[in-house]
């Protein structure tokens, strides 16, 4: 999407240009991301930490640019101040709960092997006029999400079949893989989590109160509903069903979920 033309004193609608440049952490994360994928692909070092640098690094770019596609559309619908937030440098480290958008997802990944949603950026509402707009700045996100699972399931289909080493695709396939579950349980409507944001500006007053008295809980909500064998049963089995229709190979990314708990060969 593109930002509005720069004044010749640098500015963009009176913020500098420097809030639009992508900061050195992200770009770190990129190079980590192309750097452990070729190291993958040509088997130097050990491969196992390799794969293991290939999918958290690519978790955390895919984190990064889900938070970014709030900010940008949020900027977008009205508010400018989210630049000044520093959300549009897709800096990690400037997220509302640093831990809860970077450090817990990454845990589940190495042990459970899901895409939790991460964290948030914070955006003022009150600058956002209409129910379409807070919409859509809720949707960007997941949105962003089902994009990467459809195109890293493509390049699998595509890749894999002109060979190389089934770990750089493994490690594919789990990226892949990540991104479906976080598409799934960023669309579920849970008070707080992009989902129940996407229909919260519709509730009526009173639905809506309630739900605003639930969202800061939304994190634990959805632990505790996956947490129940029927829910959690009921998802797990609608996210493998989707992998099967998109033609992601399930036996493909377990290799690779073990491939990255290299501490355990």
């Known amino acids: 999407m593109a930002y509005d033309r720069p004044g010749a004193d640098g500015?963009?609608?009176?913020?500098?240009?420097?809030?639009?440049r992508p900061s050195p952490v992200f770009l770190g994360l990129v190079a980590l991301f192309a750097v452990s994928g070729v190291l993958t692909w040509n088997g130097y070092g050990s491969v196992r930490f390799n794969v293991f640098l290939f999918v958290v690094s690519g978790w955390l770019v895919s984190l990064c640019l889900h938070e970014y596609a709030h900010a940008v559309v949020a900027y977008?619908?009205?508010?400018?101040?989210?630049?000044?937030?520093?959300?549009l440098t897709l800096n990690?480290?400037?997220?509302?709960?640093?831990?809860?958008?970077?450090?817990l997802p990454v845990v589940v990944v190495l042990l459970g092997g899901i895409g939790l949603p991460g964290g948030a950026v914070w955006v003022d509402r009150h600058a956002i006029p209409g129910r379409l707009r807070h919409t859509l700045v809720s949707l960007a996100g997941p949105a962003t999400n089902v994009l990467f699972t459809l195109v890293l399931v493509a390049?699998?289909?595509?890749?894999?079949?002109?060979g190389g080493p089934l770990e750089f695709w493994a490690g594919v396939a789990l990226?892949?893989?990540?991104?479906?579950t976080a598409s799934v349980l960023?669309?579920?409507?849970?008070?707080?989590?992009?989902?129940?944001?996407?229909?919260?500006?519709?509730?009526?007053?009173?639905w809506r109160k309630m739900y605003d008295l639930f969202a800061p809980?939304?994190?634990l909500l959805l632990f505790a509903l996956l947490w129940n064998p029927r829910i959690g049963g009921w998802f797990f089995d609608a996210v493998?069903?989707?992998?099967?229709?998109?033609?992601?190979?399930?036996?493909l990314y377990a290799t690779g979920l073990d491939l990255i708990r290299f501490w355990q060969s």
């Open 217 to 219: 809980y939304g994190f």
């Open 92 to 103: 990690p480290l400037k997220y509302t709960h640093p831990l809860l958008s970077i450090v």
């Open 175 to 180: 990226l892949a893989f990540l991104q479906l």
């Open 186 to 206: 960023n669309l579920l409507p849970v008070p707080g989590l992009d989902g129940g944001n996407m229909i919260q500006p519709w509730l009526n007053p009173q």
């Open 240 to 251: 493998f069903a989707v992998g099967d229709l998109l033609g992601l190979p399930s036996w």
């Open 155 to 162: 390049a699998l289909r595509i890749g894999i079949e002109s």
């Open 76 to 87: 977008r619908a009205g508010d400018r101040d989210i630049a000044h937030r520093g959300y």
């Open 11 to 20: 500015l963009v609608l009176g913020v500098p240009k420097a809030a639009f």
